[in-house]
């Protein structure tokens, strides 16, 4: 049986855009640690989606840690107006990408980053984890007994 459900993606979306939230009330200053959960909870919430839409686990990890070609994917792959982004809001998940996709939230090498506002960012994975949530309900049982199930 298929362990990965769009819905058990989404759930953990929601842990990791939480975590954000609670980093970003009980720190001062710039908290790489509250970017990175965005960050994870933004990627886990499209691919929630894809999966949702037909792609199996081998082709989410294949996506990697980019958000921009999830985000791509995620336009292409899922229903129309599903996965919705204003210019202003790939602007801003371009310009985490470089961090997230290289890690360096996590493993610090660049002194200074040119980072969004934590609070903005929140508030497009908030955005797109509210719009995206029900779909992902509804298509938890999608993969069961298709070839898309299995690795």
Not at 19 to 32: S, Y
Not at 44 to 57: D, H, V, Y
Not at 84 to 91: K, N, P, Q
């Amino acid at each position: 049986m298929d362990r990965l459900s769009s819905m058990g993606l989404s759930n953990a979306a929601r842990k990791y855009l939480d975590a954000a939230m609670i980093l970003q009330r009980h720190t001062k200053g710039v908290c790489m640690p509250a970017y990175f959960a965005a960050c994870q909870g933004l990627e886990l919430t499209l691919k929630a989606c894809l999966r949702g839409c037909g792609l199996s686990e081998k082709q989410l990890r294949k996506l990697g840690h980019d958000l921009e070609k999830i985000t791509e994917r995620a336009f292409k792959e899922c229903p129309e107006g599903l996965v919705e982004l204003s210019e202003t809001e790939r602007v801003i998940v371009s310009l985490i990408n470089m961090y997230y996709q290289d890690r360096d939230l996590q493993y610090t090498r660049s002194e200074y980053k040119e980072l969004p506002e934590l609070s903005t960012l929140l508030e497009v994975c908030e955005r797109l984890w509210r719009e995206t949530r029900n779909f992902c309900v509804e298509r938890q049982a999608f993969h069961h007994g298709l070839p898309t199930a299995v690795l």
